[in-house]
């Protein structure tokens, strides 16, 4: 269908078991291609936001659709395919610490393979080469056969968006992706995932801490506070005030290690 958003969420609130409000009443879109960072104080729910939209946790009420599709009513094989289309970057990297990084990157492709193959290593020529070419493309080529903790955080993080890169999805969500990064090793993972928003088309969902980041990489801003969004605006039409507004004059604290 043309024009229908990559991602909607319909009133969605989200109460954790033990009656905290994660998110409350949320209606947003987000269309093919674009690239949004979501900013807000710790405990603001951005989290939340994205671990719901790929359900790695049940919402409470509402409606999420993914190209279309609901992901809150898929089960089974719907629920996986609609899975496939989502990858996801976390500020720990979620590698396999003892495999190589090519098996890494190859993970990406875990789920276009019945289960016993992949336990097996079965995995195709072609996609052992779309693997390679995924860590050429960000500049990891030589790593291929190097064990994944022996690497520095940020090309860990890299090989991550390798992995992305192989699996092919229509929408990356990177909760944190830098959090553990020094600023300059941000910027190039910033960069690499900037790359596949616009090279590959890819839908970018990343919630930031950093405002810097969050301006430069950022096409769209989306605050959240207190489980509610309290802005949504194009990055270039919106004011520095803003983010101290969301940030309440914490900033400083907030932004850690990435405030340069
Ligand atoms: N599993 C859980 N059980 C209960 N409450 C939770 C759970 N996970 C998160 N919360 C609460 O939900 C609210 C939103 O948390 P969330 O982790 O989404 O915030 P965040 O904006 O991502 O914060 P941070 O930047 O620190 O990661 C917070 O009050 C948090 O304590």
Do not use: C
Request: aromatic share 6%.
């Amino acid at each position: 269908m043309a024009n229908q958003p990559m991602i909607q969420l319909k009133d969605v609130t989200k109460v954790y078991d033990n009656g905290t409000v994660g998110l409350k009443d949320i209606n947003l879109e987000i269309d093919k291609g674009e690239f949004v960072v979501v900013v807000g104080l710790s405990g603001a729910g951005k989290s939340t936001l994205l671990r719901s939209i790929n359900r790695l946790q049940d919402i409470s009420e509402g409606d999420i659709l993914i190209d279309g599709k609901s992901i809150t009513k898929a089960k089974g094989k719907d629920l996986r395919l609609i899975r496939r289309d989502i990858g996801m970057i976390f500020q720990s990297f979620n590698l396999v610490k003892r495999s190589s990084v090519l098996r890494n990157v190859l993970t990406g492709r875990v789920a276009y393979y019945p289960t016993w193959k992949t336990t097996f290593n079965l995995f195709s020529k072609e996609d052992k080469q779309k693997a390679y070419e995924a860590l050429q493309r960000v500049d990891l080529a030589d790593k291929v056969y190097t064990r994944a903790d022996q690497l520095s955080g940020g090309q860990q993080q890299r090989v991550a968006i390798a992995r992305v890169l192989t699996q092919n999805p229509k929408i990356i969500l990177a909760d944190e992706p830098t959090a553990s990064l020094d600023p300059q090793t941000s910027r190039r993972v910033m960069h690499d995932l900037k790359m596949l928003n616009e090279e590959y088309g890819m839908t970018v969902l990343a919630n930031l801490h950093s405002v810097e980041l969050a301006r430069e990489f950022g096409d769209r801003v989306i605050g959240v506070r207190a489980g509610q969004i309290v802005y949504d605006g194009k990055m270039s039409e919106t004011p520095q005030s803003v983010f101290d507004d969301i940030y309440g004059g914490k900033k400083d604290v907030e932004m850690g290690a990435e405030n340069e």
